[in-house]
């Protein structure tokens, strides 16, 4: 942690260099409105770099209102500023906001570019906007970005997510490039709309195939009539020596789950164990899951109370890490928080073998 006040009342000047090195450092939105302070007091709130870079931690802060009151100091935004604010909206999940900013955009006479669209178009998914993102990809091949591999892959997933099968086939067939995210994004789409057998054709045809791309396949499966063929691929995921995460753990524990197959699902857990893998909320709710479907309301339990010694353990360090590396003083909610996260996890061991929830 650095001390603010300290530096600022030594220093006779505030230079943009100053101003970013701070930002740089920068460990709470309080240090950042402090000084963003300074950076005002010393008329620097219209330099388009520092701008930017307050724009962006403003969006990683979720402070997305202090952002929008950053952005309209600048007389004339570049494209680059317009982007990442649309962009802080869209990763923010204020949809509507982002579209908004664009047709802003637009309207101002704002040179486009291609880091415009894609974050638009997955603004306009998030909103089930479908029409608007088909008039900004008209738009973006009207001003010359047509072909260019991220914008597509945003278009076929917005067409796969809604549905809309035949046209996001059509966009990945059009495609004069396509990359791995291009691969993943057509099978993922493919299985999560129940064609695990059209998903397997294109994986099969796969150049390169990534961990994403093998657990969508694996997951698929597990969700289908063949199961057991979610192992069969891990098995082929390992000879390609490929490293599972914790969704292809997660996939294999489902399998198990259908199958009914506790010898499995010991298998995988103990597999997790050896291999370093943390029990986390997707893992842990899968692998209780998994044991309540075969029958083992022991191992479910106990997993139940690994998870609960983890979890606090980890709540504590995180708190405690807060205070003494970033000076942070916890607020009520912040002991609510953790009162809460040791209330729930108390109350679900303390639920009766008998009333153990089926996840």
Same mark, same amino acid.
Request: glycine share 6%; net charge neutral.
């Given at each position: 942690?650095?001390?603010?006040?300290?530096?600022?009342?030594?220093?006779?000047?505030?230079?943009?260099?100053?101003?970013?090195?701070?930002?740089?450092?920068?460990?709470?939105?309080?240090?950042?409105?402090?000084?963003?302070?300074?950076?005002?007091?010393?008329?620097?709130?219209?330099?388009?770099?520092?701008?930017?870079?307050?724009?962006?931690?403003?969006?990683?802060?979720?402070?997305?209102?202090?952002?929008?009151?950053?952005?309209?100091?600048?007389?004339?935004?570049?494209?680059?500023?317009?982007?990442?604010?649309?962009?802080?909206?869209?990763?923010?999940?204020?949809?509507?906001?982002?579209?908004?900013?664009?047709?802003?955009?637009?309207?101002?006479?704002?040179?486009?570019?291609?880091?415009?669209?894609?974050?638009?178009?997955?603004?306009?998914?998030?909103?089930?906007?479908?029409?608007?993102?088909?008039?900004?990809?008209?738009?973006?091949?009207?001003?010359?970005?047509?072909?260019?591999?991220?914008?597509?892959?945003?278009?076929?997933?917005?067409?796969?997510?809604? +549905?809309?099968?035949?046209?996001?086939?059509?966009? /990945? $067939? =059009? *495609?004069? !490039?396509?990359?791995? %995210? &291009? @691969? #993943?994004?057509?099978?993922?789409?493919?299985?999560?709309? +129940?064609?695990?057998?059209?998903?397997?054709?294109? /994986? $099969? =045809? *796969?150049? !390169?195939?990534?961990? %994403? &791309? @093998? #657990?969508?396949?694996?997951?698929?499966?597990?969700?289908?009539?063949?199961?057991?063929?979610?192992?069969?691929? /891990?098995?082929? *995921?390992?000879?390609?020596?490929?490293?599972?995460?914790?969704?292809?753990?997660?996939?294999?524990?489902?399998?198990?789950?259908?199958?009914?197959?506790?010898?499995?699902?010991?298998?995988?857990?103990?597999?997790?164990?050896?291999?370093?893998?943390?029990?986390?909320?997707?893992?842990?709710?899968?692998?209780?899951?998994?044991?309540?479907?075969?029958?083992?309301?022991?191992?479910?339990?106990?997993?139940?109370?690994?998870?609960?010694?983890?979890?606090?353990?980890?709540?504590?360090?995180?708190?405690?890490?807060?205070?003494?590396?970033?000076?942070?003083?916890?607020?009520?909610?912040?002991?609510?928080?953790?009162?809460?996260?040791?209330?729930?996890?108390?109350?679900?061991?303390?639920?009766?073998?008998?009333?153990?929830?089926?996840?």
């Amino acid at each position: 942690m650095f001390c603010l006040r300290g530096i600022f009342g030594q220093a006779p000047s505030f230079t943009p260099e100053d101003a970013l090195v701070f930002l740089q450092r920068c460990a709470s939105f309080k240090q950042m409105k402090q000084i963003h302070a300074r950076i005002i007091r010393s008329s620097l709130h219209r330099h388009q770099v520092i701008v930017t870079r307050l724009i962006r931690l403003c969006s990683s802060y979720g402070k997305l209102d202090y952002a929008s009151l950053v952005f309209e100091q600048i007389e004339n935004p570049s494209t680059f500023a317009w982007n990442l604010l649309i962009r802080a909206y869209t990763v923010n999940d204020c949809s509507l906001r982002a579209i908004f900013f664009y047709n802003l955009m637009i309207c101002r006479g704002v040179d486009v570019d291609k880091f415009t669209f894609p974050f638009v178009m997955k603004a306009c998914l998030a909103s089930c906007c479908v029409e608007k993102a088909k008039e900004v990809y008209g738009f973006a091949v009207k001003t010359g970005f047509s072909g260019d591999v991220y914008l597509d892959n945003v278009l076929m997933d917005m067409y796969l997510t809604c +549905g809309n099968l035949s046209e996001g086939l059509k966009v /990945f $067939d =059009k *495609m004069r !490039v396509r990359t791995i %995210v &291009s @691969w #993943t994004t057509i099978t993922a789409g493919l299985v999560s709309n +129940g064609r695990i057998d059209l998903a397997q054709q294109i /994986f $099969d =045809k *796969m150049p !390169v195939k990534n961990v %994403v &791309s @093998w #657990t969508a396949m694996i997951n698929g499966y597990a969700k289908s009539e063949k199961p057991e063929k979610a192992f069969e691929l /891990f098995a082929q *995921m390992q000879c390609d020596n490929v490293k599972p995460n914790e969704y292809t753990l997660v996939g294999l524990l489902m399998a198990c789950a259908e199958l009914g197959s506790l010898k499995l699902g010991r298998w995988v857990h103990d597999f997790a164990i050896k291999n370093g893998f943390e029990v986390g909320v997707f893992l842990g709710t899968a692998l209780i899951d998994m044991y309540s479907k075969c029958g083992s309301l022991e191992y479910a339990n106990e997993c139940l109370e690994t998870w609960k010694t983890n979890n606090i353990e980890k709540g504590c360090k995180y708190f405690h890490y807060m205070i003494e590396s970033y000076g942070i003083k916890p607020s009520l909610e912040h002991y609510l928080y953790l009162f809460e996260m040791e209330s729930r996890l108390a109350q679900l061991l303390d639920t009766k073998a008998s009333d153990f929830p089926v996840l």
